[in-house]
């Protein structure tokens, strides 16, 4: 660790010095600094090959650099390969790779790939890939892959790949996706996809459990929660055949939202309690106008509210015009199109009338209908 520390520090102090690459030398061949071809004038030298046996600094390197520690440098065009570290004092067009971590001070073209992290402390125009991190401190165009996390201090113009989090500073354009988290901060224009997608400003699509926005700029969130500051949320109460009674909450972005719902249906021999998930879409509005489609699967009970043993799902299909009545209330209504599917029920008493039903061979039974359902809306 102490080694590994002084090789850091002394690399600071060389990046420190400067450095033209005024001098050429084909080939230069460092042992450890200054134990080299180039001696203490090494910062002034360019070359198109160098060999570090433990490690070593150059100039400028136009073709290939390798080292069996670490590389330094201030400009290098092609490639650079070490077994712990690069560090490239300011410009690097070409491909890095590194066993630990590889750090650009300004710019850097093309890719890079570490077993740690990568670190662009400007600009990257390309690709980074790394086992755990890639960091730029300002902005990425191509694309950032890494096994844990990306994270962009201002600008991304591309994607990000991680395995568990993104993070983009100020704006992103383009894609994120990681098994875990994105987070875009300022300005998001493109797709978040993960399991958690966070966004400022959003703008284009997040698909992922979780789904939050600080502010709706024209965006689909498609997920199980989706959390708009200035979205959509509503209380609704309704009534239909089935759930006789419902009560809803509505939640997303100012086009799609998420419905939450709960609801109580008697019958002949006991009260049924459904409790239900769904997905739908504002497709019109205007003025006091308002339609809405929609899809809600409940799970009906008939003993047991968290009896999952058998199928007993009943799914319906909402197309719900409403209509605002003041800034607080508004009164819904529309058509429905209702399938119940069970393996041990038949729903017969789920519908206003006879409606046809449909039995397989292993059992499972389909009973589909046409409703009506209307309600009152809040906020």
Partial sequence: MKQRFGFVVLAVLVLALPGAGDTYRPVSVSFFPPLSTNGLDAMDVRSNFSLNIIGGWIGAVE????????????????????????ITGRRFKGVQTAGVFSVVGESFDILQLAGVFNVVGDELLGCQAAGVANVVGNSVRGCQVAGVANVAGAYVNGAQLAGVINVAGQALTGAQLSGVVNVAGEGFEGAQIGIVNIAERARGLQLGIVN???EDDGFVPIGMVSIVEHGMFHLNAGLSEAPLAALEI??????????????????????????????????????????????????VSQ???????????????????????NELVSVTAGPTVSVFVSDYESGEDLALYDAPLYQDDTGTMVRIWLGLSAGVQLF
Avoid: C
């Avoid at 670490?70 to 650079?80: L, M, R, S």
């Avoid at 008697?266 to 809405?292: A, E, K, Q």
């Fill in 212 to 214: 939050i926005a600080g």
């Fill in 250 to 299: 509505k939640m997303g972005s100012r086009t799609v939202y998420n419905v939450f719902a709960a609801g109580v249906q008697p019958t002949s021999s006991s009260t049924r309690l459904m409790y239900g998930l769904g997905i739908g879409g504002r497709v019109f509005r205007r003025d006091r106008l308002h339609f809405d489609v929609d899809a809600v699967g409940y799970n």
């Fill in 303 to 325: 003993d047991d509210i968290f009896d999952f043993s058998g199928l007993n799902m009943l799914n319906k299909l909402r197309v719900t015009a409403g209509w605002r009545i």
């Fill in 63 to 86: 073709g290939a650099e390798l080292g069996s520690v670490f590389n330094i440098g201030q400009d290098v065009t092609g490639f650079q390969g070490a077994g712990v570290f690069n």
